[in-house]
């Protein structure tokens, strides 16, 4: 695996739409309208379509299924997608799920 460029999250604005609760957590589609990333040789924005399709479970832990699409500033288009599962202790979900800078050592 190479590193290739940083995109932060939240990307900005963050609307999202809750689908359905459902016995094993919530199911919600977070729309993302714009963001911009930056690596050594690239750089660029988020630009919509954007967003990620998400299942807030029981614990707060989040499984992801994102998908972005990405134009770099010589107007490249780039569709990246990604899963994953945001975890951890209960007090560092909540402080995220808030909107709130966490620690990295706390992860």
């Known amino acids: 695996m190479v ?3 940083f995109l932060p999250s939240p ?3 963050l ?7 459902l016995p094993y957590g ?7 309208d714009g963001g911009h990333f930056e690596g050594t040789n ?8 954007a967003g990620g399709w998400l299942l807030i479970r029981a614990d ?13 500033d010589d107007n490249t288009l780039i569709y990246m ?3 994953g599962l945001r975890a951890g202790q ?7 799920a808030a909107g709130e800078d966490v620690d990295p050592r706390e992860y």
């Open 42 to 49: 690239i750089k660029g924005t988020v630009q919509p379509p």
């Open 15 to 21: 609307v999202s739409i809750l689908l359905a609760t």
């Open 11 to 13: 990307f900005l604005p």
């Open 90 to 96: 209960q007090s560092v979900l909540d402080h995220l």
């Open 60 to 72: 707060n832990s989040v499984q992801l299924d994102v998908r972005v699409s990405l134009v770099t």
């Open 26 to 32: 919530k199911r919600i589609i977070a729309n993302v």
């Open 81 to 83: 997608s990604y899963q």
């Open 3 to 5: 590193w290739i460029f």
